[in-house]
């Protein structure tokens, strides 16, 4: 597969046939040497090719500078269909439906913290359920939980676990309205019911950082970061149980209608069907009811960590100054419009693994950030460095408005295991004053630090293709795995 560099930070794969399949826009890979040799090992290109064959696609498909293997879409992959024709795919999402970060400020800073890290941890690890299989810490119905995803953090807001405040700084203010939740299966409610408000497993991470580096002083002000070594807290989890379940359930009904309707494609994870049917609006409502119940999720969570925070510091929320700056999310589909070619079209943007980060001024945006661009948050590992960005009017052109999700893996979950041992990852951590509090060693060690990208050098291709802007970047000082 010839892979062409057409400018800095910029390759393409030009469209060809592929197993009989015509690729019918090319394929652009965000990446500097570094990152394009650490993508070329593993089936991202070839994955992203694929995409590249679907009906509908418009403009090219995008490999992001964190992009790696994943199902049938690579993960840090970004494609745009037209939403009235073209192929709606659910591995273009992926199964842990609205992954996502968010970050909170406050005004304490790391002297505040440093010498309570390891209580503060102890207590939001027993405060939230984390770990393979968690379950939360409410009861909840069926009623309510189908009350939560058909109206997303609207729920959170009247059940006291949200600030109004909090919605407006969340993407889609935290509710895809197209949820249905009576097209939702049984088998998913009932896996959904007692995770909500947990943290889950694998990645997904609670984090207290310190302010590092910051790059944009004005920026950084406006959206509560003042100085170095302030502290903030991040959460990284998704849909849980109840997403992945979606997603099974969505690729059985879109394989059999695949038959019906006469689709074949290069792979068989990239199983699709055309937007106008209803297969296709059905997974849509279904995505919909998973993505509220993400956002619900990362909302209780923060509820809980809020709460730690002030049984701690004997201050409330508004004395800490403990506000949501942003809340994105990084495994979505949405219809947007966009222009190609000068004209303005509607398209079904898959974003797997990918951050939206529109520009300034866009309407997608809250109001007190239209001067700025939309926040784009891209986390580290637990080892090294997250980012706080803000999205630029380049990445609308290059990107359909997306940004790398975080560092991107390079070694397989079981691979780290074996070459990373759980004791030294915590020594080294420890070493550099990071604490760590997780569900088990065996996570410790498939999320060793060494098993991603340089998280430093994935955001520094999408600054200097002028698809986001640094603002700040955070280390960690201790960390929940779950």
Known sequence: MKVEKIDDNIYEISPHKKNNFDMKVPVHIYANDYILNKIKQDRTLDQISNVA??????????????AHQGYGFCIGGVAGTDASDGMVSPGGVGYDINCGVRLLRTNLYESDVRKIIPDLLNSIYRNIPSGLGSEGKININYTDLENLVDNGLNWALENGYALEKDLEHCEENGFLKDADS????????????????????????????????????????????????????????????????????????VE????????????????????????????????????????????????????????????????????????????????????????????????????????????????????????????????SASYLCVGKQKAMDLSFGSTAHGAGRVMSRRAADRKYPARNVMDDLES???????????????????????????????????????????????????
Not at 221 to 250: N, P
Not at 318 to 332: F, K, P, T
Not at 341 to 368: C, M, S, W, Y
Request: charged share 25%; glycine share 8%; hydrophobic share 40%.
């Open 53 to 66: 064959t679907l009906k509908g696609i418009r403009k090219h498909a995008i490999a992001l500078s964190d």
């Open 182 to 253: 009576s097209l939702v299966s049984k088998k998913a409610k009932q896996r959904g019911l007692g995770q909500v408000g947990s943290l889950g497993s694998g990645n997904h991470f609670l984090e207290i950082q310190k302010v590092d580096k910051i790059y944009n002083k004005d920026i950084a002000k406006k959206l509560g970061i003042h100085e170095e070594k302030q502290v903030t807290v991040m959460v990284h989890t998704g849909s849980r149980a109840f997403g992945h379940q979606v997603c099974t359930d969505s690729l059985r009904m």
């Open 256 to 383: 059999r209608a695949m038959n019906k309707y006469g689709i074949k494609v290069p792979d068989r994870e990239l199983a699709c069907v055309p937007a106008d049917t209803k297969e296709a609006q059905n997974y849509l409502s279904q995505m919909a009811c998973a993505a509220n119940f993400g956002f619900n999720n990362r909302q209780l969570i923060t509820h809980w960590i809020r709460e730690v925070f002030e049984n701690f510091f004997k201050k409330d929320v508004d004395e800490l100054d403990m506000n949501l700056i942003y809340g994105v999310c990084h495994n979505i589909l949405k219809k947007e419009e966009h222009q190609i070619n000068g004209k303005k079209v509607k398209l079904n943007i898959h974003r797997k693994g990918a951050t939206r980060a529109f520009p300034p001024n866009h309407p997608e945006i809250p109001q007190d950030y239209k001067s700025i661009g939309q926040p784009a948050l891209i986390p580290g590992t637990m080892g």
């Open 432 to 482: 550099k004053g990071i604490y760590i509090k997780a569900a088990s060693m065996k996570v410790i060690a498939e999320e060793a630090p060494g098993a991603y990208k340089d998280v430093d050098a994935v955001v520094q291709v999408s600054h200097d293709l002028g698809i986001v802007e640094k603002v700040a970047r955070f280390v960690p000082i201790g960390v929940v795995k779950g």
